[in-house]
């Protein structure tokens, strides 16, 4: 009764913790296993062996403990590593007769194919086949049988089969029962070999494991509704053998786990995602009129920007509307880029008419300056204007209007007219020096357009004033 409750307890408890963990994926995994092993040879035995007189009444304490690595071959496959040391040991009773005891150290070394058809979210059940050898010493063995048995050790081959399943204890631990058996080619476990009977001694095996993974990642969780409301393939995590688990493709990335091209652009979700950084989900990532795989596998353009080649022009524009090259601002090579050359009217496929314009200078000319009521060019204004007669000289294109200004003291009709007098005094004064006077304009605003206040002696001086400024 205290070994039920005790049974129970820890089904319980396995049971909460499962409740609360998952499978991780891994890379490797490293654990301790305890095997009760029965032995099964030409004595009276638990099982299948030569001697059909079942009863657990022959059974000595039998023991194999096993260290173990483990690692994945493919989401079904494993492969595992044993090493162990055990005790295999028995009642000697056959036909009626008591013939003593025997006792054997065995410490077999196997490897084994763990097969995992099926993932559940906190279990895995499992089936596994292997071959080893095994070393054996014999320390006690029947007395009174006729046998052809003489030697203390040797060596044996072995093959273990069994099923089993791990439940999850965490995100590192996993705890492992399992129900198997190994096949040895010695007849001589039990320190006996028959001269008529060849069977070969075995065992059967309950065992417990505590077993610890390396490398743990994420794994595909998608549990058996999943499976069923995306009929997503239970066997594989990745069900349309894109490169991307399943979890991964419904939870994070939101592609079509049974799709291996989500967008139907042409790449595949696993390409997009960790090749390309494009979105799996979009046929068109940077929305410039383009599939990223024609982006990238027909015109060679970042499925990532608009723009390869950042002249203002999309790809799909250059492409199609003017049959330039997306990743040459300069397709025809005259110097200037396409956008330029599109918006000015030019075209941007012949280098004939790659022209640059001529950029447009613009002169500032210092203001000159006029005593109260007076009109006439002074010493200090002259050599001002003789700076500008240099520019227009040298720059016989230019165009200037020349503005004549006055204080706020007198009526507004005489500034006015007093302003259009400086204007054409200066006017003169240019054309005296030989500046053609089509190329002035003298106009006059009065008190119009002070540039400081007449609040005070020094800025009215200011004011009574001529601007010259280029119109072209």
């Known amino acids: 009764m205290k070994k039920l409750l005790l049974i129970s307890a820890i089904l319980v408890l396995i049971l909460n913790i499962q409740a609360e963990a998952q499978f991780k994926d891994w890379s490797s995994k490293f ?129 273990p089969v069994g099923l089993g399943s791990e439940f999850s204890l965490g995100k590192n631990f996993l705890l492992e029962f399992s129900l198997g058996g190994a096949f040895s080619t010695s007849y001589e476990l039990d320190g006996f070999q028959s001269r008529t009977e060849k069977i070969w001694d075995s065992y059967l095996s309950t065992s417990i494991g505590f077993i610890y993974l390396i490398n743990n990642i994420e794994k595909d969780t998608l549990v058996n509704n999943d499976f069923n409301k995306l009929k997503a393939n239970p066997l594989t995590t990745d069900t349309d053998a894109d490169g991307l688990p399943d979890f991964d493709e419904v939870n994070k990335y939101k592609t079509n786990p049974l799709e291996i091209d989500s967008d139907q652009d042409g790449l595949t979700d696993y390409q997009e995602i960790i090749e390309y950084k494009t979105n799996p989900i979009n046929a068109d990532t940077d929305s410039d009129g383009l599939t990223d795989f024609d982006e990238i596998t027909k015109y060679k353009t970042d499925p990532l920007n608009p723009d390869s080649d950042g002249d203002g022009l999309s790809d799909s524009e250059e492409i199609f509307a003017y049959k330039t090259n997306p990743n040459n601002k300069d397709t025809d090579g005259g110097s200037i880029d396409d956008f330029t050359e599109v918006k000015r009217g030019t075209n941007p496929l012949s280098v004939k008419d790659d022209i640059e314009e001529t950029k447009k200078q613009v002169f500032v000319f210092d203001n000159i300056t006029f ?45 006015k007219i007093l302003s259009i007098k400086r204007a054409e005094s200066v006017k003169e004064w240019l054309a005296k020096k030989g500046i053609d006077s089509e190329r002035m304009t003298a106009i006059g605003f009065g008190m119009e357009k002070p540039i400081v206040p007449n609040t005070t002696k020094a800025n009215r001086q200011k004011n009574r004033r001529c601007e010259l400024k280029q119109t072209n």
């Open 31 to 159: 654990g301790i296993r305890y095997n009760q092993i029965y032995p099964e040879n030409e004595f009276r035995n638990v099982g299948f062996g030569g001697n059909d007189d079942f009863s657990f009444k022959s059974y000595y304490f039998s023991f194999l403990a096993e260290i173990l690595y483990s690692v994945k071959l493919s989401d079904v496959f494993d492969a595992e590593f044993n090493l162990g040391y055990g005790r295999y040991a028995g009642d000697a009773y056959c036909n009626d007769i008591d013939q003593g005891d025997y006792k054997t150290t065995i410490l077999p070394f196997d490897i084994r194919v763990k097969v995992n058809p099926f993932r559940f979210k906190s279990w895995n059940p499992f089936f596994y086949a292997g071959a080893g050898i095994m070393h054996y010493i014999s320390h006690i063995k029947p007395e009174g049988l006729d046998c052809d048995f003489n030697k203390k050790n040797g060596w044996a081959g072995l093959f």
């Open 371 to 415: 005593g109260f009521d007076k009109t006439n060019i002074t010493r200090e204004s002259e050599k001002i204007l003789n700076n500008a007669l240099i520019v227009l000289k040298e720059h016989n294109n230019i165009l200037i209007e020349i503005s004549g200004h006055t204080d706020n003291r007198g009526t507004k009709n005489y500034n």
